[in-house]
């Protein structure tokens, strides 16, 4: 079975609402394939190594997180950009890429789905477009949480903790990818921790001054899970196949 693109950008459009954001990049549709979609494949970032994936998967759609057309960037089709699209359109795929509406959807988004993979449910939102999203949570002290949230993910994780003595954790926020620059408003929102993505040079020191854990898990570990869970939902919806492939990336 397959259906026609429009109708799969509309359901995303619907189920993604893309308007609601002013966003780093284009939201939807950014290289244009074949008219007509019965395979979709998944990933993260829409690298070399996941075209070429997708088109041994005989994809007819990659829907990704992290697309190609960023704001600000260089409007040279030239290098890297070029052998990507160049892919692409050799191979007549629709290259599909949503970036801050796949954060922010409360159940099948990046944050939703990285809350569920943790075993937490989520019961409070803060920050821009409600992207950060809080939780209950009982550890024992933010060395126990960094030890479930590397099991979970299945990488090493970075952990700095308050100064003083370790103190059990009963509320945890989060944010995937980079939203290191969030961690004030976590602490605003009553967190014990706050987990993201990435770790810049202020976090540390604030999280020791400010008895707050703060925990670098992974730009691509936290952000896996939001794809996948869109295009699997999608995809059973209209009765197409898909297929989520991982390329791996210490970031």
């Known amino acids: ?39 979709i494949v998944s990933g993260v970032t829409a690298s070399r190594a996941l075209i070429d994936a997708a088109i041994a998967a005989h994809a007819d759609a990659l829907f990704v997180h992290h ?24 191979h007549d795929i629709n290259l599909i890429a949503y970036h801050l509406p796949l954060d922010a959807h409360p159940t099948l988004g990046n944050n939703a789905q990285l809350g569920a993979r943790l075993g937490w449910q989520w019961d409070a939102r803060f920050g821009e477009y409600d992207l950060g999203f809080a939780a209950p949570c009982e550890v ?10 590397q099991q979970a993910l299945g990488r090493a994780v970075t952990l700095v903790a308050p100064d003083g003595t370790p103190r059990p954790i009963r509320r945890v926020a989060w944010c995937s990818g980079g939203a290191q620059d969030w961690f004030e408003a976590a602490i605003a929102a009553g967190a014990d921790a706050f987990i993201t993505g990435e770790m810049s040079e202020p976090q ?5 001054e400010s008895g707050v854990a703060f925990i670098a898990a992974g730009h691509h570990a936290t952000e896996r899970y939001g794809a996948p869970a869109v295009a699997a939902y999608v995809a059973a919806e209209l009765g197409l196949e898909h297929e989520f492939i991982d390329i791996d990336n210490p970031a």
């Open 67 to 90: 697309g190609l057309f960023w704001r600000g960037m260089d409007g040279r089709i030239t290098g890297w950009l070029k052998e990507r699209i160049q892919r692409l359109l050799a």
């Open 204 to 208: 540390p020191h604030l999280a020791r």
């Open 1 to 39: 079975m397959s259906i026609a693109r429009q109708d799969l950008l509309a359901r995303l459009d619907a189920l993604l609402e893309p308007a609601r954001f002013k966003d780093y990049g284009p939201n939807g549709l950014q290289i244009e394939g074949r008219p007509h979609i019965r395979r």
């Open 140 to 149: 024992a002290s933010a060395q126990v949480l960094a030890q479930l949230v």
